[in-house]
């Protein structure tokens, strides 16, 4: 299987607080994707991170990606309880043309 | 724009029966693709389109097969449903390459008794 994980599978927090959670993947890339899944819902894109790129940010998110590790994290700053939701990253795989996407961290944001 | 949109929401198959998932975009994407997402394993991919006209397996192609019925409708068909199949199944559509995000539908939760 070409998909990543996340760590941890669960996580649980403070309103206010940061969540921090990581993305581990098995073959090289060319970008590396972070989504959001609100219950029963589809996915939602947050933020795109190249391969020769090491930190990005988007509003209260910042993405660090080490490609020496195969590794990504995510952090949302300041969490609110609208960020309650599943997160997960994707990888575009070793021909670039698909998203492999891991198996997510639930996040809930207790008010 | 109505983006990606999938029908049915939910669906209900005795094992053995056949249907077809329908999904179509209006970004005028290139790629499409098929995912499937039980719990604890994240999205696995079933199929994709990376262009009209061409499709190729994915992860989990198993037991399904796909139509690119043009550049906006790409459809995932199952021949002979097995409880296995049982699952949510979300269509995303994306631009020329993975460079771009990925636009998701909202799933059809379909359960094989």
């Known amino acids: 299987s070409q998909q990543g994980e996340e760590d941890p599978q669960a996580l649980s927090i403070q309103e206010g607080e940061n969540a921090t959670m990581n993305c581990s993947y098995k073959?090289?890339?060319?970008?590396l994707q972070w989504y959001r899944q609100n219950s029963g819902r589809g996915l939602v894109h947050l933020i795109l991170?190249?391969?020769?790129?090491r930190e990005k940010h988007s509003g209260r998110l910042r993405v660090t990606l080490d490609t020496s590790k195969k590794s990504s994290s995510l952090l949302i700053t300041a969490s609110r309880a609208a960020d309650t939701a599943s997160y997960f990253c994707?990888?575009?795989?070793?021909?670039?043309?698909?998203?492999?996407f891991g198996t997510g961290t639930s996040l809930t944001v207790i008010p | 724009n109505a983006g990606v949109t999938q029908t049915p929401k939910f669906q209900v198959l005795k094992t053995g029966q056949s249907m077809t998932l329908q999904c179509a975009q209006d970004?005028?994407?290139?790629?499409m693709y098929w995912y499937r997402q039980d719990p604890g394993m994240g999205l696995r991919l079933i199929y994709y389109?990376?262009?009209?006209?061409?499709?190729d397996k994915g992860e989990v192609p198993n037991g399904y097969n796909v139509s690119r019925l043009n550049k906006r409708e790409f459809s995932l068909r199952l021949e002979s449903a097995a409880p296995s199949q049982t699952s949510v199944y979300f269509c995303?559509?994306?631009?020329?390459?993975?460079?771009?995000?990925?636009?998701f539908g909202q799933g059809t939760r379909l359960t094989v008794v």
């Open positions: 991170i190249r391969s020769n790129e």
């Open positions: 994707a990888t575009d795989g070793i021909t670039g043309n698909q998203f492999y």
């Open positions: 995303a559509s994306s631009g020329w390459s993975v460079s771009t995000e990925a636009f």
């Open positions: 389109s990376a262009s009209e006209g061409t499709t």
């Open positions: 073959t090289s890339i060319n970008n």
């Open positions: 970004m005028n994407h290139n790629s």
